[in-house]
């Protein structure tokens, strides 16, 4: 058989594969053939997901564990030998890959993403692992001490989690930059993809390598200390402590600290006890806050230890006039957002359900002379979204949004993790009482079913361990307001409620990513927000996935330039409540005291018990594969998704006849976003095989329901050409359609049934067909 006729896998098994493995790579060791690197994105429709396709590469070959130096893209050879290129160079990207193949069974078309070059060579001019690796390290320039530094392995014991592609990438980009010299290091990774795994892994390299030896994590929460050091950083084990007094200890290696434990009043900071020359890295947790700003109490340890290196990691940079992440710490070493994360199958996708309520829609305005439940005249004006709960409160508003959230899990699931994001504390409690009269059954079984977890309520933050336990039932619905936005590694949150009006991105973003976090083996594969504040606009903001710019503040000569529209205040005020000062903006915090400053006279919170509130709008919008958010109906888009492959009924039905296995269609399908399971379970129609279902939706034709189908077959006498036992496996395979539909009676392995077993071995019916083809 020549070259011509052989299959993609024959070229690869008789020519690609010979020739790697005869320029000494090995086969078990270094080279990782079908490469999958992601997990193909999770695609929500209605509540049915399903899994898109796996990136994979046909070759990737590492020189030592995750350090990749090539990718080979394979093509039959009836294509020509650099056809897979292009392709290879995608992947290579992505994998931080710099050495790129494609062959063709003839030879190997290599190019060089270093210096560009691409050349032509033979099958047995592969280059060896030996001399790929001195090539990488002339084109980038690495020294004997940078080479050391990168080597350094990982940490890994058995059984101990490996890093995903784009979290090698981050360790390797960073570790590298370290031993190169970099002083300041950025880090930016949406919001569940691990940050604290990578920064282990960071740390650990860069101390078993001996380069850093002294090294301080810096957060500004105690849960986020705690959690680093009973998970990802629990292998430094007696080399690792807290700081927990004012004495410090210096005989540990590894330091984790909270800056208002290392700060204090000036001259006397507790950070002075070391030297300035005592650390060698520092580490900054979430340092789009306080570090991001030039006078916080931050960058006042990070100047006094100036001479270590300075490592920022963060979801969620920060760019206002009075804090700058990349000012500080320049331009990101990489950078991996929600949507990337998303469309790789590692973060949850979100739908979105938008609430208009008839006050927040066309405003409220008090009649003349209207007071409030407390006897305080109202000020005429006209009140809106942004006015409720922080300067006036509509107890019926209250109760109909705990009345929607209530309403949303009692169809679904009234055990799913909730966040609830109000206005301030005050109004934080006020919610938990509205959900608590929606949930009277479930909180008499137990009172934790709905808690208030703010800065100010011990009782609720002691619970804050048991609503992020994703083996803990209870707490279920939490209940905050600033404290939960961020630093809280919340994986089974399933609803978000927006009940707070957010101005500023990152808030936007920080809140978002509490319910990003995936976990499939609980049955977490999505969440949902809900939006009663329209803050979901922030979606379209195209600063939501992008980069936000350098602010840059001007001297009094120099030029204006009319400012970007979008800017944003930074969201900071964090005190020395556990990290946390959770600001109402001198807004009623709570307890009896509903006055402001100025007496009696003007009440902080105007109150009114007898304004009904009202629902006018509901909609539901899912996040495409762009990553923006569709608002068309199920059924709409579905329509519009199937007639984009195939235009008319003709192109269909030929394709549907031709395939040799129609599932590959419904996969096909699937992946540009069609869930054919989701627009039954919305029809109804759950009696409709995939074939009646997409040429009904699509082409309007009339459909028949399996039962139909199957008894229609019988009724045309087509079986009685066949043999007695080709007859009782049709009609056996027609009941099983009937039940199940055709994707579980087009493989062979059906025959395998205990109700095909009655009639004879898989052998014995295919050859009453005359054979498998025949079958």
């Excluded at 402001?596 to 902080?604: A, I, Q, S, V």
């Excluded at 399971?677 to 009696?687: K, N, S, Y």
Aim: net charge negative; glycine share 8%; hydrophobic share 35%.
């Amino acid at each position: 058989m020549g070259k011509r006729n052989l299959s993609e896998e024959d070229i690869k098994a008789r020519y690609i594969t010979p020739a790697i493995t005869d320029a000494g790579w090995d086969i078990r060791k270094q080279v990782r053939l079908e490469y999958a690197f992601t997990a193909g994105r999770i695609i929500l429709r209605g509540n049915v997901t399903a899994r898109g396709k796996k990136k994979r590469a046909d070759y990737v070959l590492f020189y030592k564990n995750n350090f990749p130096l090539a990718v080979i893209e394979a093509k039959d050879n009836n294509h020509p030998v650099g056809a897979g290129l292009q392709q290879a160079i995608d992947y290579a990207k992505a994998l931080d890959i710099y050495y790129v193949y494609s062959s063709n069974g003839d030879g190997f078309v290599e190019q060089n993403l270093i210096t560009g070059e691409v050349r032509e060579l033979r099958l047995e001019e592969f280059p060896t692992p030996k001399a790929l690796y001195k090539r990488y390290l002339i084109d980038k320039n690495i020294t004997e001490a940078e080479e050391k530094v990168m080597f350094e392995p990982y940490y890994y014991v058995p059984n101990y989690k490996t890093p995903r592609y784009y979290q090698r990438v981050a360790i390797n980009r960073t570790v590298d930059a370290v031993a190169k010299g970099q002083e300041r290091v950025l880090l930016v990774s949406a919001t569940g993809t691990g940050k604290t795994f990578m920064t282990f892994q960071i740390i650990y390299r860069l101390w078993k390598s001996g380069l850093k030896k002294k090294i301080l994590f810096l957060a500004d929460r105690n849960v986020l200390v705690d959690q680093t050091i009973t998970g990802d950083f629990k292998p430094f084990g007696g080399k690792m402590t807290k700081v927990q007094s004012k004495n410090l200890d210096s005989s540990y290696e590894i330091y984790l600290a909270l800056y208002q434990q290392l700060t204090g009043d000036a001259g006397e900071e507790t950070f002075r006890q070391f030297q300035p020359n005592f650390f060698d890295l520092i580490v900054i947790d979430e340092c789009h806050r306080g570090s991001a700003k030039e006078d916080s109490a931050w960058r006042k340890v990070l100047d006094y230890f100036s001479s270590a290196t300075h490592v920022g990691c963060t979801a969620t940079p920060i760019e206002t006039k009075e804090a700058s992440s990349f000012s500080y710490f320049g331009e990101p070493i990489y950078e991996y957002s929600l949507k990337q994360g998303i469309n790789d199958g590692f973060l949850a996708p979100y739908k979105v359900i938008r609430i208009g309520l008839d006050k927040d829609l066309e405003g409220y305005r008090p009649e003349a002379g209207k007071v409030d439940k407390f006897g305080y005249e109202i000020e005429d004006r006209e009140y809106n979204v942004k006015d409720y709960d922080r300067l006036l409160v509509i107890d019926d508003r209250t109760r109909v949004v705990a009345s929607k959230v209530t309403e949303f899990l009692k169809k679904t699931d009234r055990f799913s993790k909730t966040i609830v994001f109000c206005v301030d504390i005050e109004h934080a409690e006020r919610m938990r009482q509205a959900l608590i009269n929606e949930n009277r059954d479930l909180y008499s079984e137990n009172d934790k079913y709905i808690m208030r977890i703010t800065g100010d309520n011990e009782v609720g933050k002691a619970q804050l361990e048991y609503f992020i336990d994703e083996e803990s039932p209870y707490p279920v619905i939490a209940v905050t307001s600033k404290l939960m936005t961020t630093g809280v590694d919340a994986k089974m949150c399933k609803l978000i409620v927006l009940e707070n009006n957010i101005n500023s991105m990152t808030e936007f973003k920080q809140i978002i990513g509490r319910g990003t976090r995936l976990l499939e083996e609980y049955g977490k594969t999505y969440f949902t927000i809900m939006d009663f504040r329209n803050s979901s606009r922030l979606f379209a903001d195209p600063a939501f996935d992008g980069r936000p710019e350098v602010v840059i503040d001007l001297g009094g000569n120099d030029p204006v330039d009319e400012p970007e529209a979008g800017t944003e205040e930074g969201n900071e005020g964090y005190g020395p409540n556990d990290g946390v000062n959770e600001p109402d903006g001198g807004n009623h915090t709570g307890g009896t005291d509903i006055f402001g400053d100025e007496g009696e006279d003007k009440p902080r919170k105007y109150y009114i018990g007898d304004v009904t509130v009202r629902v006018l709008s509901e909609r539901v919008q899912y996040v495409d594969k762009d990553g923006k958010l569709i608002t068309e109906s199920l059924i709409d888009y579905t329509k519009k998704n199937i007639l984009q492959q195939y235009t008319k009924l003709d192109d269909f039905l030929r394709t549907w006849t031709e395939a040799e296995k129609k599932q590959a269609i419904i996969d096909e399908l699937q992946d540009s976003g069609v869930l054919l399971d989701a627009v039954r379970e919305e029809l109804g129609r759950t009696e409709l095989d995939d074939f009646d279902l997409i040429c009904h939706l699509a082409y309007d034709k009339p459909p028949l329901t399996k039962k139909e189908r199957a008894e229609n077959v019988k009724k045309r006498h087509y079986l009685y050409k066949y043999s007695d036992i080709a007859q009782q496996v049709i009609e056996t395979l027609l009941d099983k359609y009937a039940n199940d539909g055709i994707k579980e009676i087009e493989d062979t392995k059906v025959l395998q049934l205990k109700e095909f077993a009655k009639i004879g071995s898989p052998m014995k019916i295919v050859k009453a067909f005359g054979g498998k083809e025949a079958y």
